[in-house]
């Protein structure tokens, strides 16, 4: 293995604090996986949620639009402690790539309230025992996110953080093109804000990833995504990451 991949390796087991034990199994039954996960990631070393499997494949997007130079920046929607931005940011600086930038989307404050009415399963889990009590809706300060990358020494020009709630944050962001879009905000209308303000600046050729899509149980997030798509006439194949993340890929023109 060469020194780039050993770095990327460190740095994704550091990022999920797997170095020394294992990432929560969501095949142990939902029970011991929520023990697992609330022991996991109420104390704080894991800066990421994402399972291995997920990094590995925003690894992969990122590396293919370097390589085929689609064009744009990376940004991930949704940041909580930064992790994911870190690993992208990472993945620039191993490839030398100085002219792209990732940007971070986060309200910083949290989860917002969801519509009990219309979206019966978000508003269960925002005020349940694992995200209101363990993790406090996802709230962590943008000061806090941007000393989680310094950490890693990835704090520099080439990462934005963008602070707001993304109906009123994403219209206005100062971007242009996107070869990466992430979206892990869980909620119907978190994921339709970003779908909204973004998707039409991807690049062709460029990844758009749903991390929460099929996360039935507690989001309507496949919903979001199921009537974007069919509002758009967008037919490019949804893939499975994983059993719960989804990802496309705009077709090139
Ligand atoms: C599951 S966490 C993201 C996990 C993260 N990508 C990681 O690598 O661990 C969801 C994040 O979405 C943010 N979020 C959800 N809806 C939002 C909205 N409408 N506006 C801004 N931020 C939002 C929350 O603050 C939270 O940080």
Redesign the pocket.
Known sequence: MDANTLYLELLKRS?TDTLHGREPDPEAGMQRYMLDFIRHYVPER?????PRARLDHLQACVEDVLERGVPGDLL??????????ALMRGVLAVHGVTDRVVWG????????EPDAARFPREAAAHDGPVLRDALQ????GVDKVRANIARFGLLDAQVQLLP????E?LPRAPLQRLAVL?V????Y???R??LESLYDKVSPGGHVII??YAEDEWTHCRQAVDEFRAERGITEPLRAVDGRCYAWQRTES
Request: charged share 20%.
């Open positions: 990022l894991a800066i990421t949620m994402l991930e929607a949704g940041v909580w402690r930064g992790g994911a931005v989307a986060d309200s910083f404050e949290g989860l917002p809706n996802l709230a962590v707001g709630w993304f109906g944050s992430r892990d905000c869980d909620f209308q978190s994921t804000d970003v991390d929460d």
